[in-house]
């Protein structure tokens, strides 16, 4: 574990979503970088320019300024310029999206997260990555959160909610009594079953296999597979069965090197990516594959 002690070279690669979304936070970061460290700035405006500033970096240190995406990105060209394991990544978290960093212990606010490209440490982590060289940083999700139609209807009010709300206000309480109708006709109405899955889609059919040892097969319908990087070379599997009318399913949870999950067409979320359809993929667990500077007060 290395800690950054004395001024080092720089290469700060903004993200243009981080300069459109959040100038300012840009601003305080590359002045606090500036300010401990010779550092050179990069503007690129589309992912090719991104790649190429990586891929020329030299002997500086590249520091992404961006959200998740940016830091997934950076992840990824390392990986396949083979120059991953060599590198040390930093990131200044600006955007929207940047549940992934903070998970990884980099801290919000620019001030903060600049600071800790200064004086943090290297933490090495695991990485997951697929028969097609594709990475996974955070999380693998079977089949994609977003692929839940029926749940997004219901979170946002559904179908006959929208309909209900539809109803302009200005038409009086004279038509109060259509609101009260639908609401009656939405409660009375039966709900699916549950065996037609608790997000509203059809169940899924897979095969998911740990080192070789199946955990499920196809003839057990499934809700949601996750495949996280673990600790020590492991990954963490967690496979959600379809439950049985009126009773609960526990989920299934293994560790293992190796994840293949095979069956029908799926598709597949990795990190913030969706990927697929396909009929079988293996992740295989990179010990120590990557680098990132956190807080000196981060857990290991």
């Known amino acids: 574990m290395a800690t950054f002690t004395t001024p080092d070279q720089l290469l700060m690669v903004i993200d243009p979503v981080a300069r459109r979304t959040d100038g300012e936070s840009v601003r305080i970061a590359k002045d606090v970088l500036s300010a401990g460290a010779v550092t050179k700035v990069c503007l ?7 790649d190429r500033a990586l891929a020329r970096r ?22 396949r310029r083979r120059e991953l394991a060599d590198c040390v990544l930093s990131v200044v978290p600006v955007g929207d999206v940047m549940s992934l960093a903070h998970s ?10 600049a600071r ?13 990555v697929d028969d097609s060289d594709g990475v996974v940083v955070g999380a693998l999700h079977i089949p994609p959160p977003g692929d839940r139609p029926a749940a997004a209807a219901r979170a946002r009010g559904g179908p006959a909610d929208a309909a209900a709300d539809a109803v302009p206000a200005a038409a009086g309480a004279g038509r109060d009594w259509l609101r009260t109708c639908q609401s009656l006709v939405r409660t009375l109405v039966a709900r699916p079953p549950r065996a037609a899955g608790a997000a509203g889609r059809r169940p899924v059919h897979l095969r998911v296999e740990v080192d070789g040892v199946t955990v499920v097969d196809l003839d057990r319908p499934v809700e949601a597979v996750c495949v996280t990087p673990g600790a020590e070379g492991q990954a963490r599997v967690r496979v959600r069965p379809l439950p049985g009318p009126g009773a609960q399913a526990s989920p299934l949870l293994a560790e293992g090197r190796t994840v293949t ?36 007060s981060a857990p290991g």
């Open 44 to 50: 690129p405006e589309e992912a090719e320019e991104f």
């Open 58 to 79: 030299g002997a500086r240190r590249p520091v992404v300024v961006g959200d998740d995406r940016a830091l997934l990105r950076a992840v990824s060209v390392l990986h």
């Open 104 to 113: 990884l212990g980099v801290p919000a606010g620019p001030v903060a997260a």
């Open 116 to 128: 800790t490209v200064l004086d943090g440490v290297v933490r090495r982590r695991d990485l997951l």
């Open 261 to 296: 999950v095979s069956g029908a067409h799926f598709r597949y979320r990795a990190d913030t990516e969706v990927s697929g359809p396909v009929r079988t993929r293996t992740w295989t667990v990179r010990r120590d594959a990557w680098a990132l500077v956190v807080p000196q």
